[in-house]
């Protein structure tokens, strides 16, 4: 059996909202995700949003969409969110140590 969690399906923006609100909330969670300021804003005036795990000095960043053909990239950093908020297999995280930072825009170049 696998040590992670991944939800195989294509997402709409509706699926990867519904998605995150799952991920921010569940009571499962061994480690709190934030929902931070959006970092800006696309050039079609969508939020690029800003996730954080942690609070430790040590900051870490991965981000997904940065080209609005690259979905799957989007649909990584929420599949890795997901894992690390679980705790799955992540037993050397240490909130106090790292900040992980989860940016994504899987609607920059998209016209909606």
Known sequence: M????????????EKLQKRLEKIISNPENKFKV???ENIGYTTCGFP???????????HVTYMGGAHGNEIISVDFVTQLMQNLAL??????????IFTIHEKYDWRRDWKI
């Open 34 to 36: 934030t929902k931070l």
């Open 87 to 96: 705790g799955n297999n992540f037993d050397n995280f240490d909130p106090e």
């Open 2 to 13: 696998s040590k992670y969690k991944i939800d195989y399906e294509i997402l709409t923006l």
């Open 48 to 58: 690029i949003e800003h996730y954080s795990i942690g609070n430790g000095p040590f």
